[in-house]
């Protein structure tokens, strides 16, 4: 298969790539121009990596024309929900305007592209715990900038396939971590600074905002492999949550990675981490991924926390 993956040089992007590598597929990428790719990503050489801005349709049409791809996963987003609380305009510009141009440029194509778009459980907004596991029939009911971006980009995907029958799939993808992930990410960010603490950088004091939401999460390494499932196996037009239907409180998780540490830690609340509106449980049901393709999520969540820790302490020891 020759796949093209939009935001080839995020965190999911960079896992994807690695995932199709491995099974043999041709890759192209595009990304900002100032991308830092991993070494072991750059080092590829069949991977041909586009520079260019998705709000850009005449880039757009180039990158699709020159590497005529079989699938493409579009990845490319901005995906934090406190950035898109401090700039909401350049939330929605980054993730409709970049989809709305991928889907018309392949509406356009002379051939049949399959289309992964990614969704987000966030569009599910704030969930009674009798509500959850969530559902795809679920009505959307998005309750911040982020994920009102992500339930315009959801219906837009639905509407592509209906009006113009494009084999485009939805994942409505749940919190995931794993090792390369940015701070952004809240069980990355405590890795971080974990890590910084026990190579002697910071204080023992660890940082935190809400500690009593719930969140379902999915070790990236699996996520990866869902989108492929999808695309592979599922149905287009027809959303699916990527998820393991279990969920943790952040309080819970927090006390497994002090348990992982060497020193001990004292954790204070931090004003700036904390959401204007928070939800607080969101779990999901798996039933229709695992029926239609199969997929299941097998990476248990310690292999997720300390694959995360280490990969924090790898990387910041290089730099001392």
């Not at 993730?95 to 356009?108: A, D």
């Not at 600074?193 to 935190?208: D, H």
Request: glycine share 6%.
């Amino acid at each position: 298969m020759k796949a093209l993956i939009t935001g080839i040089g995020g965190f999911v992007g960079c896992h994807l790539t690695r995932y199709l590598i491995y099974g043999g597929h041709e890759i192209s990428g595009i990304d900002y121009p100032d991308i830092e790719l991993p070494d072991d990503i750059k080092s590829q050489e069949k991977l041909k990596i586009y520079e260019g801005d998705l709000r850009d349709d005449k880039i757009v049409s180039e990158v699709m024309n020159e590497c005529k791809p079989d699938a493409v996963f579009h990845l490319a987003a901005q995906s934090s929900v406190k950035i898109s609380f401090e700039n909401p305009q350049e939330t929605f510009s980054d993730n409709l305007f970049g989809t709305l141009n991928l889907l018309e440029v392949v509406s356009k194509l002379d051939y049949e592209v399959k289309t992964l778009v990614i969704s987000s459980s966030e569009v599910y907004g704030q969930l009674d715990p009798e509500e959850c596991p969530v559902d795809e029939d679920h009505p959307l009911r998005p309750v911040n900038p982020y994920a009102v971006s992500k339930a315009a980009v959801d219906l837009m995907a639905y509407q592509y396939f209906k009006a113009y029958k494009l084999p485009v799939y939805v994942a409505r993808a749940f919190s995931h971590s794993g090792p390369g992930q940015k701070t952004v990410g809240v069980l990355s960010d405590w890795a971080f600074q974990i890590a910084k603490i026990e190579l002697g950088l910071s204080p023992p004091v660890l940082k935190v905002g809400n500690l009593n939401v719930q969140r379902d999460y999915t070790d990236v390494r699996d996520v990866v492999r869902a989108y492929m499932d999808i695309i592979e196996k599922g149905k287009p037009g027809k959303p699916y949550n990527v998820c393991t239907g279990k969920g943790y409180k952040l309080s819970y998780l927090l006390e497994r990675y002090r348990s992982m540490a060497k020193k001990d830690i004292e954790v204070m609340r931090d004003q700036s981490r904390m959401r204007p509106v928070d939800i607080p449980i969101l779990t999901g049901s798996n039933k229709r991924i695992k029926e239609d393709t199969g997929w299941e999520p097998e990476i248990e969540m310690e292999i997720t926390l300390a694959d995360s820790l280490k990969f924090w302490y790898d990387h910041l020891a290089e730099e001392m």
